[in-house]
């Protein structure tokens, strides 16, 4: 079997980075406060993005900042002080978009690799071989290509130049992330990370005769969703992704929770190993593919990895929701006790479903929950509040708690 791909997951905070870090990626990627893709994460100030990168060398990891914006003239002034405070704190590599930036990344911080994003829409294996003339180590394909087509790319690029492709995730209407809807709706410019996401939103019909009469798109009494891109899992396609010559994995996510960044790249990291260990024996375990259906997500598809096409949720805006993370543990006192910090209200007596860091599931019962102030209480009503729990399993330290809700 060729070489393991790597897993990229996201870190929208350093509380999603550590998470990322935990559960197995390989790769991270961040952005600072300028210059991402991503307004609405909390992102990396200039002291947090050294002690990223120095986390992440530590346990043999790397770390990708996104300079993935299109810049307009006067933002370019303050790029040259970016990129050489990022090499300085050793960031691993740059994901750019614009040609520019390509540049000036390779004048101001030449010992940063650079990664081509998906916004520059790369399709073909032509513009793969012309960007890695350019100084390009790697290119982030274009969301809308099958897995027959990144094969052929694969087979007319250097073997050095690596391929990333997006395997789990929320997928944009503009697959290949260009958008002016947003900017045009509400002000806010989607190609400077501030997108707010009209795709999302409920549309009807208006008939310009008839003033103030609208009509749903379809008859459905839920009203019609016409761009509201269903989520992209590839799970259960491991072998024929690495088969196509993909590089790199890359779970999207940002602006999600660390719970989401920990489920998914669990999950992802698991079924990888799985594979490299299995060979042409490999079988998803069920375990896995269950486990993404504990996070908030929107229906599940395959993208257009197949030739299809990954279609709309027209029915809901909203997401899927099953399980809500309920805490997270901070000390094992115990087989049968540990420190816990809430984060949604459960109640004793409660089942809970535990995700370790060995990443395996397993269920315990709440047996009994004590304040700081020493009070035995029956449910953990306040967000943050610490809690000594008794179980009838032992829960380790670093384990993510959560509560089935449907």
């Avoid at 395997?167 to 707010?196: E, K, P, Q, W």
């Avoid at 087989?335 to 060995?358: E, M």
């Amino acid at each position: 079997m060729s070489k393991a791909p790597e897993l990229l997951s996201p870190a929208g905070d350093f509380e999603s980075l550590r998470a990322a870090l935990a559960y197995g990626a390989d790769a991270v990627y961040l952005a600072g406060k300028q210059f991402g893709m991503r307004s609405a994460p909390k992102n990396f100030d200039q002291n947090q993005l050294k002690e990223a990168c120095l986390l992440a060398h530590g346990m043999g990891r790397r770390v990708y900042m996104t300079c993935n914006i299109l810049p307009r003239n006067d933002e370019l002034s303050a790029l040259p002080d970016f990129l050489c405070y990022a090499q300085e704190c050793g960031v691993d590599a740059f994901i750019i978009a614009d040609l520019g930036i390509l540049d000036m990344a390779k004048q101001y911080a030449p010992k940063v690799a650079r990664h081509i994003s998906t916004q520059a829409g790369v399709t073909n294996y032509a513009a793969a071989n012309a960007l890695h003339q350019l100084g390009a180590s790697r290119v982030v394909l274009a969301r809308e290509l099958p897995l027959t087509e990144i094969a052929e790319i694969r087979a007319h690029i250097p073997d050095e130049l690596e391929i990333e492709c997006f395997v789990h995730g929320a997928m944009c209407v503009s697959f290949s992330g260009r958008c002016l809807i947003s900017s045009y709706l509400t002000g806010r410019d989607a190609n400077h990370g501030d997108c707010a996401q009209p795709c999302r939103w409920k549309y009807h019909l208006f008939e310009e005769t008839r003033d103030g009469q609208f009509f749903p798109v379809e008859e459905d009494n839920t009203g019609t969703y016409l761009y509201n891109s269903r989520d992209m899992c590839m799970i259960e396609h491991i072998p024929e992704m690495v088969q196509a010559g993909i590089s790199s994995f890359k779970i999207e996510g940002r602006a999600k929770s660390a719970y989401y960044t920990a489920v998914t790249t669990n999950a992802y990291r698991h079924a990888i190993d799985d594979f490299c260990t299995m060979g042409e024996a490999y079988q998803l375990q069920p375990w896995i593919r269950e486990e993404l259906e504990k996070i908030s997500h929107r229906a599940y598809s395959t993208g257009f990895y197949f030739g299809h096409e990954p279609g709309q949720a027209v029915h809901s805006g909203g997401y899927i929701r099953h399980y809500n993370q309920c805490a997270v543990c901070e000390e094992q006192r115990s087989d049968t006790t540990a420190i816990i910090t809430q984060r949604n209200r459960f109640f004793v007596g409660d089942t809970l479903d535990v995700l370790p860091p060995s990443g395996i599931p397993l269920l315990v019962r709440c047996l009994s929950l004590t304040n700081e102030a020493g009070e035995r209480v029956d449910s953990a009503p306040h967000p943050m509040e610490r809690l000594l729990i008794e179980t009838d399993r032992p829960i380790p330290a670093g384990s993510v708690l959560r509560i089935k809700t449907a």
